[in-house]
Structure formats: C-alpha cells, structure tokens
C-alpha cells in the first residue's frame, strides 16, 4: 500500500479567527475547570513496551532525527506519542479542552484537537493489546526481540485499526502543518502561555507548543509525513505479510 492511498481527505483550513478564538479558551480555560489526574506509574510490562517501540521508531527513522529540518518533529513523535511515560494528565485536559471548544467553535477549528483525542485513545487500546499477546501468549518478560513484537502484532489481528492509527498521524501532522501556515497563531499561542499555566493547563500547553514549534521549524511537512507513513505502512503491511524481515526498512536497512 503506497501513502497515497491512505492520504486522508483533508479538512477546511482554519482562519486565523479560529486559531485565535482556539488559543483564547485555552488561555482562559473557558470549557471548565481542569480535573486533576492522580500520577501513576506505567505498569512494568506497558513502559517496557513503550521503550522498545520508542527505540525501533528511532532506529527506523534515524535519518529523520539526525536532520537539521526534520529532526525536531521527529523527536516530537517519539516523546509525545510513543514515549514511556504516563500521559494520563495530558489526555484529561486535552479530552476536557476539545469538548469545550467543540461546542463553540467550527469544525475546522478543532479537527486537529479531534485527532489527537482519537489517536490518544486508540493508541492506549492498541498498546494494551499488543501486551497482552505479548505476555500472556508469547511470554514475553523483560526483554522484547522484533520477531516478537511482529508475531504479537499478527496475534492482534488489527491490521485495519493500525492502519488508522497512521491515518490519524498523518491527518494530525497535516492540521498541524496547515495551522503553523495562519498568520498570528504562533503570536497568540505564546501569548496564552503564562494564563494558560496559571489556569492549571500547563502540560497541555507545552504539548501545543512543542508540536507547533516542531512542525513550524520544518517549513513545509509533506516531505516528512510521507516518509514517516510511507515506511510504517510498508513495515505493517511486511508484519501481516508474514515477511521474515518486516523492519528492513529505511534506516532499518
């Protein structure tokens, strides 16, 4: 399956109204007040997954993270999406964020915030899975091998599901990509910032602006996005294939 035949359709882009109107809710946590997550620990088994998809993805797109262009948004995937550490207090604040504005703002408006609550939650349901198979059917411990992780991902039997999980990332770096294209959203995304942290929205705060910051240092993210989803496609679709090296790709050559 090439990345053209899964390019999502892509949403209006958003006025520079919109974006403002976005940023001003944040800055004055207009949807609510924030409900505080207890901090928990990963379970042993879901951090030591984490780790290992952290290191392949890094492997597999080396060349993305060494690039003065591109290495930023690499980096951004790598700890934002997939990194081994809790996120639950993000995902609280985003979910409670995106059905606030939802109600007051145009879809257009909030499409990205929508993929990012989808994407969160469909990856924790996929992660989950994948552990299970990993533990209880491969008996998996402490260490994770590729032919593993592979056979793990066959006993899930999910492969249309991963493939959303990709369409939701590259619909996500596409939004961002057009976002960072309207005139005055990286002045008003700074200027919610101390309200925003004072508001108590600070780590959902930072995750904006790191993403957007990433995206807007790239100049242009169509290179990037097609070669992250062209190689994971080719990787999922070597998986189900039963080929005996899936991961021999890019920079996994």
Known sequence: ?????????????????????????????????????????????????????SQRLARTHADLLASPRFGPAAQFFLTDV???????????????????????????????????????????????????????????TDTITLEQYAAAYRLCDNHEERLRQLQLIEEIGRGIDRMVKIPFIAIALRLAHAPAVLAGWAELQEYLERGFSAFKHMKGADEFMNAIIGRETRILDAIFAHEPKPFGVASDE
């Open 82 to 140: 997939y990194g081994p550490r809790d996120f639950s207090q993000r995902d609280a604040d985003l979910q409670r964020f995106y059905d606030g504005v939802r109600r007051v703002l145009p879809e257009r408006a909030v499409a990205v915030l929508a993929d990012v609550v989808n994407l969160s939650a469909l990856t924790n349901e996929l992660d989950d899975r994948l552990i299970h198979a990993l533990v209880d059917d491969l008996h998996v």
């Open 1 to 53: 399956m090439t990345p053209d035949s899964t390019r999502p359709h892509e949403p209006p882009v958003p006025t520079a109204g919109d974006a403002a109107r976005l940023v001003t809710h944040l800055a004055q946590a207009r949807p609510g007040h924030r409900r505080v997550v207890e901090a928990r620990e990963l379970t042993p088994e879901i951090a030591l997954l984490r780790r290992f998809q």
